[in-house]
């Protein structure tokens, strides 16, 4: 510690007790009550909070107040309970809910800006998550004990306010850059999509097209279907691949030692426009039923059920894995004599596609859903087999750039996140100076 530092448990600087916050009932014209992603940012977010019945079962309600630091005592993650941050000033009466402990401090001993910075330092995650439990549902947990107990580095007031300054001067510029990079990124996946959807009904090149001439279905709705170019047409899934659901394991099949693991996707790993596969469960099915499930290079993937959000979005199989099934929520797409190129497929359900899935989805109380039967009626444009394979070269020379630059946008994220926790390090160690010009600053660099 630098000269005139000391190192203070929170409970020597607090000006009340520390005290966990109230169960609300929910409801309607009562106080808002706040809510656990309020407490992401450094300063608490009072547009994450719901309503409540303001009667608080009984017990006073309690309120944030300017310079609290609210501490979220349970979270679902190791890395997020304990998430700390500063009440600058509600726009309005806020209920504390009984999540969070109020912390309140003696401004003469503890500048509370100086806290909520510190609070997101790796000098104060190192010691809650040490101090954390896991209780009943995989929560974790830290209570008022743990809390009163944890180390603060204390420097004098004046010099808690200078690093509070400087390292606000930082993290300003840190979050600037930020901004115009996830701008960035989001520009990137909007110009992707554009670009592919427009790939996949032929509008990428000025060309005379021709209205739309595809004959009603009994039981969809296809809205208004564009014009192609000359020598493309419009006709239905079922006419150019073979469309299958996939496999619903059984939850209480024996063990059957002639059985086989296999690999099964889920709607998770089938994202838009491409597979996560970080996360693949394993099921065990008789070998005849896995063969004639069984994924092959080129299928096209197809959610048919989850979220609203979720339905209709697909990408590719090039057999990432050596034995893989979809699971009864996918769609296995496989075209049929070569009619359709996959990649122009997957482009088409990922645009035209999923809108035309959301219309023609069943909705109940649950996750929505579509069938079978539907999605083999979705209509698909179809360019002469001669053009296909040009035109998918053409449009992956461009999302290849594109990927180029959102891996390089990317990266920079890493860095301004490693930066910022490098900064609060060395803010709270004493090793915290002014910016840099601009010709020399890490934060420029990003």
Not at 50 to 70: F, P, T
Request: a positive charge; charged letters at 20%.
């Amino acid at each position: 510690m630098p000269a005139g530092w000391r190192i203070v448990r929170l409970a020597d600087v607090l000006s009340e007790p520390l005290v966990n916050g109230r169960s609300l009932r929910p409801g309607e014209g009562g106080l808002p009550v706040l809510r656990m992603p309020a407490l992401r940012a450094a300063t608490v977010d009072f547009t994450q909070s719901k309503s409540s019945d303001r009667s608080g079962n009984g017990h006073a309600i309690l309120v944030a107040e300017h310079g609290d630091v609210l501490v979220g005592r349970v979270n679902g993650s190791h890395s997020l309970v304990g998430e700390g941050a500063l009440v600058d000033g509600p726009p309005t009466p806020t209920a504390i809910p009984d999540s969070m402990i109020r912390v309140r401090v003696r401004p003469g001993a503890l500048d509370p800006r100086y806290l909520a910075h510190l609070w997101k330092s790796p000098v104060m995650r190192r010691q809650i998550e040490a101090r954390a439990r896991q209780g009943g549902a995989a929560i974790w947990r830290i209570n008022q004990r743990d809390l009163a107990d944890v180390l603060l580095p204390l420097p004098p007031v004046g010099e808690q306010r200078r690093i509070v300054g400087l390292l606000e001067d930082h993290l300003a510029r840190i979050d600037a850059t930020t901004i115009r990079t996830h701008s960035a990124l989001d520009q990137a996946d909007v110009l992707s999509r554009a670009l592919t959807a427009r790939a996949g009904r032929g509008a990428l090149a000025g060309t005379a097209r021709v209205p739309a001439n595809l004959p009603l279905a009994a039981g969809v709705g296809d809205g208004t279907l564009p014009g192609l170019p000359e020598r493309w047409r419009w006709t239905r899934l079922h006419d150019v691949a073979e469309v299958s659901r996939g496999i619903a394991p059984s939850g209480t099949q024996e063990w059957n030692p002639s059985d086989t693991d296999v690999s099964c996707l889920r709607v998770a790993n089938v994202q838009r426009g491409r597979l996560d596969l970080d996360d693949v469960r394993t099921i065990r099915l008789p070998p005849l039923q896995a063969e004639a499930a069984r994924l092959r290079a080129g299928d096209v993937l197809l959610t048919g059920g989850g979220s609203i959000d979720s339905l209709g979005r697909g990408w590719i199989w090039e057999e990432q894995l050596p034995h893989c099934v979809p699971h009864s929520h996918l769609f296995r797409v496989r075209i049929s004599a070569h009619q359709l190129h996959p990649v122009l497929l997957a482009w088409h359900a990922n645009g035209f596609g999923r809108t035309w899935c959301h219309r023609n989805a069943t909705h109940s109380v649950g996750p929505a859903s579509i069938s079978l039967a539907k999605i083999r009626l979705m209509p698909v444009p179809v360019a002469p087999v001669d053009e296909q394979d040009h035109l998918v070269a053409v449009v992956q020379a461009h999302t290849a750039a594109l990927n180029t630059a959102r891996t390089a946008a990317e990266r920079a994220l890493e860095m301004a996140g490693r930066l910022r926790r490098n900064l609060l390090d060395r803010a709270f160690t004493g090793h915290l100076s002014p910016p840099l010009p601009p010709s020399g600053q890490q934060e420029f660099v990003l």
